[in-house]
């Protein structure tokens, strides 16, 4: 079964750092999502992206925030200069089409330190 | 707004016994809802669904959940539990995925 990939499965990177998390979605998939989710809290939003732009972003999305499809197969997430809240489970999905389940990820846990 | 509760932090049970995971949410119109399920490090997976019709349905592993409109809720039931439900369990609603909005999760731990 087609599966989304993320790598790495876990990043520590020092406060002020730039991180990139990185997602393979599914070939043939349109519509990417990032979520996250910070240890024992619920999963959140983060941003929606479609034909190339951001379809949707939610307020935690601010402008230390990026996402960018730099290959048509790879969908990253850019952090620019990291803080400690950053540190999470961030999980990319994708859908073939907008009324699909999420396929999701198994994740990537960023450490801030 | 919509919003989902998930009143159970941690809920303990012993592996045979039933289950049963409460989910509540708050919608302006009928939503979609979802449960997910975490195991330790690993990914969301979903459970099973409602979009619409027979408002029991059935899902993986032998899971299944009640939509109830009066009660707007959503519970998650398994009749006999086995030791590798033990995992993170994440209520979800929304019409799109764009407004998908997840509980806060319950832990269920089986005892032997």
């Known amino acids: 079964e087609p599966e989304v990939t993320q790598t790495p499965s876990h990043q520590v990177t020092q406060m002020g750092q730039e991180v990139i998390l990185r997602c393979v979605p599914i070939?043939?998939?349109?519509?990417f999502y990032w979520y996250r989710q910070i240890l024992g809290q619920k999963v959140e939003f983060l941003v929606s992206f479609y034909n190339n732009e951001i379809s949707e972003k939610s307020e935690i999305f601010d402008d230390q925030f990026s996402v960018e499809r730099p290959d048509g197969s790879n969908f990253t997430l850019k952090i620019r200069s990291t803080k400690l809240e950053d540190s999470a489970m961030y999980f990319c999905?994708?859908?073939?089409?907008?009324?699909?389940?999420?396929?999701f990820g198994s994740g990537t846990r960023l450490t801030v330190v | 707004a919509q919003s989902v509760t998930q009143p159970d932090i941690h809920i303990t049970v012993s592996e045979g016994a039933s289950l049963e995971l409460r989910c509540n949410y708050s919608?302006?119109?009928?939503?979609?809802l979802f449960w997910y399920v975490q195991s330790p490090g690993q990914g969301l997976q979903l459970l099973l669904k409602?979009?619409?019709?027979?408002?029991l349905v059935q899902g993986i592993k032998g899971f299944e959940a009640e939509f109830k409109r009066s009660q707007s809720s959503f519970n998650l039931r398994k009749p006999s539990v086995h030791w590798s439900d033990a995992a993170e369990y994440f209520c979800a609603v929304g019409r799109n995925n764009n407004d998908m909005r997840f509980g806060a999760g319950t832990r269920l731990t089986v005892k032997p």
């Open positions: 919608y302006g119109a009928t939503p979609y």
């Open positions: 070939s043939n998939h349109l519509y």
């Open positions: 999905a994708s859908l073939k089409q907008e009324s699909d389940i999420y396929t």
């Open positions: 409602y979009f619409s019709g027979d408002t």
